[in-house]
């Protein structure tokens, strides 16, 4: 039952790239029947097996979290708007213990990862059939997307955060029988990704993409010199051949205007809403407006385009001092790793704290699939470390 659960998560973490891609009316995405598919399985080998992985601080400040989202129900202007928000949650604490359980091996983590970049190319290939359709999400610039469910925005920055988790992959040494194969197939990716994020012409995902290629390049010295030349020679002939197609494209040249944005603009209006949600902070610091409120704060109706702040206007000071334990932890947890794995989790932290910046991903399924991921990650080296430490002793008393 446990191998069919674990099976039915890779599936889930596949679907999370291209959600929305696939729908059914009146049951939701493909991601969400897969995972409460996977939920049922998962609870099932728990009560057959009684066996669960005891939950670590992570997981009990996540539960403190959803609690206190939960709560403001009772201060929340619209308390049925909040219900709505509050079942999200309880859904994503549900997959934040399910990903705790389930990946528990290096092996798995990988396998983990692994299935996210192909979801990627899905949602790639579902991007790349609207532009050749013309089905522009804007029509200002023509900004494509996966679905007419996932606005630009999002699509540009799921591709964002694969740049350095496929680098990762290819360059680890590969536990799976088509390791050669799925090698190819993560250094793919990374041409793949910026055509994607030209396409989707979000400038926050070229930005953070960088990040995660300067990471990206740095794996080639982990490589053969043989190695180092087939990637580069790979890489430049995919630059050379999507080039001059690039170019061409209108939601590339939105590319253009970062400077003058960042310098003279109101970062597409952002400014003006992320004041406005700073005004409404003042008034209710402590429990905040109530989760799912940030669009009642602002004169647009909008979210509030910033993770950071969303948390901080929605759930007061006591959630955002929560949601920043969880980021702290995942911090901690992401250095404490071996040097290489350590910079691949920093780096993928770092791009996600950038595209979380300017959108409001706190309750986005990639958000607790990463976060989840380097926590599981950093157990299984503290346990290394710990059964490294123990055989010494024992050595060293005998």
């Known amino acids: 039952m446990r191998t069919l659960a674990f099976t039915l998560s890779l599936l889930f973490n596949f679907s999370i790239p291209w959600e929305g891609v696939v729908e059914y009316e009146g049951l939701g995405s493909a991601a969400k029947l897969t995972g409460f598919a996977l939920a049922a399985v998962w609870a099932t080998s728990v009560v057959t097996t009684k066996r669960l992985r005891q939950p670590g601080p992570f997981q009990i400040v996540v539960c403190l979290f959803v609690l206190w989202n939960a709560a403001s129900v009772y201060w929340s202007g619209d308390p049925e708007n909040t219900l709505i928000q509050v079942g999200r949650w309880i859904q994503l604490l549900i997959m934040v213990f399910i990903w705790w359980d389930l990946y528990t091996t290096r092996a798995a983590l990988l396998a983990g990862?692994?299935?996210?970049?192909?979801?990627?190319?899905?949602?790639?290939?579902?991007?790349?059939?609207?532009?050749?359709?013309?089905?522009?999400?804007?029509?200002?610039?023509?900004?494509?997307?996966?679905?007419?469910?996932?606005?630009?925005?999002?699509?540009?920055?799921?591709?964002?955060?694969?740049?350095?988790?496929?680098?990762?992959?290819?360059?680890?040494?590969?536990?799976?029988?088509?390791?050669?194969?799925?090698?190819?197939?993560?250094?793919?990716?990374?041409?793949?990704?910026?055509?994607?994020?030209?396409?989707?012409?979000?400038?926050?995902?070229?930005?953070?993409?960088?990040?995660?290629?300067?990471?990206?390049?740095?794996?080639?010295?982990?490589?053969?010199?043989?190695?180092?030349?087939?990637?580069?020679?790979?890489?430049?002939?995919?630059?050379?051949?999507?080039?001059?197609?690039?170019?061409?494209?209108?939601?590339?040249?939105?590319?253009?205007?970062?400077?003058?944005?960042?310098?003279?603009?109101?970062?597409?209006?952002?400014?003006?809403?992320?004041?406005?949600?700073?005004?409404?902070?003042?008034?209710?610091?402590?429990?905040?407006?109530?989760s799912n409120m940030y669009r009642s704060v602002n004169s647009w109706g909008k979210l509030a385009h910033n993770s950071f702040l969303s948390v901080l206007v929605e759930s007061g000071l006591i959630g955002f001092t929560l949601f920043g334990m969880l980021l702290t932890m995942a911090v901690i947890g992401a250095w404490g790793h071996p040097k290489w794995d350590a910079r691949f989790w920093l780096t993928t932290l770092l791009v996600w704290a950038l595209c979380a910046s300017s959108l409001s991903w706190e309750d986005r399924k990639a958000t607790w699939l990463l976060l989840s991921l380097v926590i599981a990650s950093a157990a299984l080296t503290r346990y290394r470390d710990e059964a490294v430490s123990l055989v010494l002793r024992n050595k060293l008393r005998s």
């Open 113 to 290: 990862l692994q299935a996210f970049i192909l979801g990627e190319f899905v949602a790639l290939g579902s991007a790349m059939a609207n532009f050749t359709a013309g089905n522009a999400f804007y029509s200002n610039y023509q900004r494509y997307s996966q679905s007419e469910q996932s606005n630009p925005d999002g699509f540009g920055i799921i591709l964002a955060l694969g740049i350095p988790i496929a680098w990762y992959l290819a360059s680890s040494k590969s536990p799976f029988k088509m390791g050669r194969l799925l090698k190819f197939i993560n250094y793919a990716y990374v041409p793949a990704a910026y055509w994607g994020i030209a396409l989707s012409g979000t400038r926050t995902a070229l930005v953070a993409s960088i990040v995660g290629m300067t990471f990206g390049l740095a794996s080639l010295t982990r490589l053969r010199p043989a190695a180092r030349i087939a990637i580069f020679l790979l890489l430049s002939s995919a630059l050379l051949i999507l080039l001059p197609y690039v170019q061409t494209l209108k939601s590339f040249q939105r590319f253009g205007t970062i400077v003058g944005e960042v310098t003279e603009g109101d970062l597409n209006n952002r400014a003006n809403n992320w004041r406005e949600g700073l005004v409404a902070f003042t008034e209710h610091p402590l429990t905040g407006v109530g």
